[in-house]
């Protein structure tokens, strides 16, 4: 998808660009970056899939040479996997993600790798704000009573938050984003977006209006 031309800099916001395209209903405004987020169930499924096909198919290959080599790597082979499918980030996965401010048709959306995920009326956002993933004391308490130590994938989870309807009553989470520490990086994807809402829209308007006095 063809985004327009880029109109923020590196100096404006390191990790995010800001475009401007014009369609015959008037421009949109994409703010685009890259986002660490957890997998999907059939992400993970297909990851899964794939490790234990490669840890089998190392098993019997070692079988071949030997059965004692092949049964190391299988015993071997299932915790580290675990381990490492935990720990090193398999089931995480760095997705582009485009949020879409189309005033012409009164429509904010989010993109995860092209697709579509949610759809608002923009003139329904109120307000954005960046904080930690509202499931992130649950999780904590639980784990907590079971004993287990370590932050879960919730606690490591910062969110972008829409806030829409009357006095922005709705609460949509329009990003998550895997960091830890956390560093509250969302704030820059925030800055981006009140950055068009503000001054790049008002200032789009002013020369608008300012051509159209041209012609009188």
Known sequence: ????????????????????????????????????????????FFVLFALLGTLFGLTLIGMNYHP???????????????????????????????????YSCNKFRVFVNGSLELERPLSQLKHITVDRHPETDFERNNRQQKGQKGAGTFEKTHCLFGWFGKGGAEQVILVNRLEWPCHNSLREVREAIEWVRTDVVRTSAKDENNDDGAWD
């Open 1 to 44: 998808m063809d985004k327009g031309r880029i109109i923020s800099s590196t100096a404006d916001f390191p990790s995010v660009h800001v475009y401007e395209r014009d369609e015959p209903s008037g421009k949109i405004y994409t703010i685009a970056f890259s986002n660490l987020e957890s997998m999907t169930g059939w992400e993970r």
């Open 68 to 102: 004692g080599l092949g049964l190391i790597i299988l015993f071997c082979g299932l915790p580290a996997m675990g381990i490492w499918a935990k720990e090193s980030g398999p089931l995480r996965r760095e997705k582009i993600r485009d949020i879409e401010l189309d």
